[in-house]
């Protein structure tokens, strides 16, 4: 119980803005202007910062500062890590900061409005020992026709995921060793997915979500590994289903020529979407390509391309997240939530909730006419036999979107 200071401050607030901001505390207690110890005792519970300090606090870490009264009641599983490296574990834990921000954003929203229901393949295994490759390539194939994808290239992976009802986040973060994460919320009862835009490649973006998206149905019920073998298992297995999940075998064998050269893939990569190595990949698990003829097309593509990038790379933009974004855009259009009132809704800042949601830059200084709270939340917010579908529309009693020509081929 903390003593003195403002009555409800919630010293784990302080601990996850320090996460997010990737702040010592040290550095908050500088510029705060107040001593480390003091910040420690904040932090600790055992002392609450008096109103000038929590105002300055607040103003230092860019939240308003209810929002460090604001319970944190943090239910997402602990996340998988594309990189598990021990030099990361800073940029981890802003980024699982992030992502608990996205739950909480999205968890405020379902008070005006339904989501998707959540469309996944049910799997309960409890180690990834177990998992098999047949059972990766089943559930890769349960999935695509749960969302009505076919067989052929998937043309918005990120409208499938949102349209399946998981929460998707795509920010640049600062850290592009780190792809992304994944966690289930059980607030929610849906997966929560976090995706880097640093490196701003459409291609690779598709492949990081499908991975992120293998860890969701395949490791649902297995704990973050702290052990590296175990760890390494865990991504092979991810990037697996998202090999089969991108590129399922009838369709990319049909396509693949008997010997595929360089210029072979780079054609593949542009009907399917996904990078000529992650094809190669994929072709060589397949046994299309045996390993030495593999082995030889790698030395040639990093040879011709280099390690990394690869031609056209340039010419998919990146697939954005609109599921939060036109929930925003529909409560501020039918005025259930005034333009200036949802920040504050949340305690986070304008360019915060921005990059959460992805909504435009400045999105939120735009003046809009709008009329009274307190009598559209009589009026016009939904019943909950009225969902709200990616596309910012509310559809009757179930989602009516057709994933088949949305979505897929």
């Given at each position: 119980?903390?003593?003195?200071?403002?009555?409800?401050?919630?010293?784990?607030?302080?601990?996850?803005?320090?996460?997010?901001?990737?702040?010592?505390?040290?550095?908050l207690?500088?510029?705060?202007?107040?001593?480390?110890?003091?910040?420690?005792?904040?932090?600790?519970?055992?002392?609450?910062?008096?109103?000038?300090?929590?105002?300055?606090?607040?103003?230092?870490v860019?939240?308003?500062?209810?929002?460090?009264?604001?319970?944190?009641?943090?239910?997402?599983?602990?996340?998988?890590?594309?990189?598990?490296?021990?030099?990361?574990?800073a940029a981890?834990?802003?980024?699982?900061?992030?992502?608990?921000?996205?739950?909480?954003?999205?968890?405020?929203?379902?008070?005006?409005?339904?989501?998707?229901?959540?469309?996944?393949?049910?799997?309960?295994?409890?180690?990834?020992?177990?998992?098999?490759?047949e059972?990766?390539?089943?559930?890769?194939?349960e999935?695509?026709?749960?969302?009505?994808?076919?067989?052929?290239?998937?043309?918005?992976?990120?409208?499938?995921?949102?349209?399946?009802?998981?929460?998707?986040?795509r920010?640049?973060?600062?850290?592009?060793?780190?792809e992304?994460?994944?966690?289930?919320?059980?607030?929610?009862?849906?997966p929560?997915?976090?995706?880097?835009?640093?490196?701003?490649?459409?291609?690779?973006?598709r492949?990081?979500?499908?991975?992120?998206?293998?860890?969701?149905?395949?490791h649902?019920?297995?704990?973050?590994?702290?052990?590296?073998?175990?760890?390494?298992?865990?991504?092979?297995?991810?990037?697996?289903?998202a090999?089969?999940?991108?590129?399922?075998?009838?369709?990319?064998?049909?396509?693949?020529?008997?010997?595929?050269?360089?210029?072979?893939?780079?054609?593949?990569?542009?009907?399917?979407?996904?990078?000529?190595?992650?094809?190669?990949?994929?072709?060589?698990?397949?046994?299309?390509?045996?390993?030495?003829?593999?082995?030889?097309?790698?030395?040639r593509?990093?040879?011709?391309?280099?390690?990394?990038?690869?031609?056209?790379?340039?010419?998919?933009?990146?697939?954005?997240?609109?599921?939060?974004?036109?929930?925003?855009?529909l409560?501020?259009?039918?005025?259930v939530?005034?333009?200036?009132?949802?920040?504050?809704?949340?305690?986070?800042?304008?360019?915060?909730l921005?990059?959460?949601?992805?909504l435009?830059?400045?999105?939120?200084?735009?003046?809009?006419?709008?009329?009274?709270?307190?009598?559209?939340?009589?009026?016009?917010?939904?019943?909950?036999?009225?969902?709200?579908?990616?596309?910012?529309?509310?559809?009757?009693?179930?989602?009516?979107?057709?994933?088949?020509?949305?979505?897929?081929?």
């Amino acid at each position: 119980m903390s003593r003195g200071g403002v009555h409800g401050f919630q010293a784990d607030r302080l601990s996850q803005i320090l996460a997010v901001r990737r702040l010592t505390q040290a550095q908050l207690a500088s510029l705060v202007g107040v001593s480390p110890g003091t910040v420690s005792k904040w932090k600790a519970g055992t002392q609450a910062p008096e109103f000038e300090a929590l105002n300055r606090l607040a103003s230092v870490v860019n939240v308003t500062p209810d929002w460090f009264m604001q319970p944190y009641r943090p239910s997402l599983s602990t996340p998988l890590f594309r990189s598990n490296a021990a030099a990361h574990v800073a940029a981890r834990t802003m980024l699982e900061g992030r992502l608990e921000w996205a739950e909480e954003v999205a968890c405020g929203f379902t008070e005006f409005v339904d989501f998707p229901d959540v469309s996944l393949p049910k799997r309960e295994f409890q180690n990834p020992e177990e998992i098999t490759q047949e059972d990766i390539e089943d559930s890769a194939d349960e999935c695509r026709k749960l969302w009505r994808l076919g067989r052929g290239p998937v043309q918005d992976l990120a409208l499938a995921v949102e349209s399946a009802g998981i929460l998707l986040v795509r920010e640049e973060t600062g850290i592009p060793q780190i792809e992304g994460l994944s966690g289930w919320s059980s607030r929610l009862g849906r997966p929560c997915i976090l995706l880097s835009s640093d490196k701003d490649n459409g291609f690779r973006g598709r492949f990081d979500l499908a991975h992120e998206l293998g860890h969701c149905i395949l490791h649902k019920h297995i704990e973050r590994a702290t052990n590296r073998d175990r760890y390494n298992m865990m991504e092979k297995q991810a990037h697996a289903f998202a090999g089969a999940f991108l590129l399922p075998a009838d369709g990319i064998g049909q396509d693949a020529p008997l010997h595929p050269t360089l210029d072979d893939l780079l054609i593949l990569k542009r009907k399917w979407g996904v990078s000529a190595a992650a094809i190669l990949m994929r072709l060589k698990a397949l046994g299309l390509v045996d390993d030495d003829e593999a082995t030889n097309l790698f030395k040639r593509r990093s040879a011709r391309w280099g390690s990394k990038a690869e031609p056209g790379d340039e010419e998919r933009a990146p697939e954005r997240p609109r599921l939060l974004g036109r929930t925003v855009d529909l409560l501020v259009r039918e005025g259930v939530m005034p333009l200036e009132h949802v920040s504050r809704h949340f305690g986070l800042s304008d360019n915060d909730l921005e990059m959460i949601t992805a909504l435009p830059v400045g999105y939120f200084k735009t003046k809009e006419k709008v009329v009274t709270l307190t009598r559209l939340r009589q009026e016009k917010v939904p019943s909950k036999e009225r969902k709200l579908n990616p596309d910012g529309d509310y559809q009757a009693k179930v989602l009516n979107l057709s994933r088949g020509e949305k979505a897929g081929k």
